[in-house]
């Protein structure tokens, strides 16, 4: 038995969006049918609109929040494109990176 | 003084689990010497078991977690296969990244 | 219309820091004019320094915090240097990695 698994490359979307977009932004996944995604709170933040750490650190978490997903690099193109343009009506960035996984089918 | 560092690469993994898994996830680590991880908290998620989101969001976080942990890439093989046999028998997934640090000799 | 969009290479740090020094962090981020950052808690970890998941884990959230911010590849060394300094001094760690974004000008 060897530990030597195989990865396969993929790409990730982290999407950090205001909490009340969010839900619209899961029923958006769902419709494009992104299935694998992870969503994490955050305490506070910076951007071009301001900080707003001051007021919503720690006590007042979950102003923005990061939706992370992995998707095939096939479906890069098809996904980011209704995903920004419902980011950059708002708050919100979102990036792009690489990364490998272990089970392909799944994404 | 310059500001200059020189940084040096290594590999990140991202071990998204269930909460109840966590803590033989963290022993897992233990036992293969991965000494550097982080435990970030997930507000709900989908993934190819169906979507977690609509129970679990905000009021009931922590249903999901996420081990970050920073490698030296002569490390991976070993300590992916164990870990990724303890999820694959479980909701989640691990994903392989290419991250620099400047402090090689911490991983 | 198409879908496609044009990203573009950028930088991201991702700073795990310990939740008093956060302030700290923020202020040295803003005098050097980074002013994109989202700070995502933590419920417990591990590091050179030790385990701090068993007391802190779950019930006493948010000991260590990750500062994520996305910067210009030109702006990396400048912000890097100070970053690492207040960082050393402490329990941290700090990590590079590539992401491309939609939106260039913003960072």
Known sequence: M????????????NIT????VLNRMLDLLDELK?????VIPSLGGSGSEGTWRRSGMVTDAGQMVV???VL???RVAEV???VFR????????????DVQVVRPERF
Chains 1, 2, 3 share one sequence.
């Open 67 to 69: 939706v992370v997903c």
């Open 72 to 74: 095939d690099e096939s």
């Open 80 to 82: 980011l494109g209704p």
């Open 34 to 38: 992104v299935t694998g995604y992870t």
């Open 86 to 97: 419902l980011v950059e009506k708002q708050i919100g960035i979102v990036t792009v990176s």
């Open 17 to 20: 969006i205001e909490r009340p």
């Open 2 to 13: 060897t530990d030597e698994l195989v990865t396969h490359h993929k790409k990730q979307l």
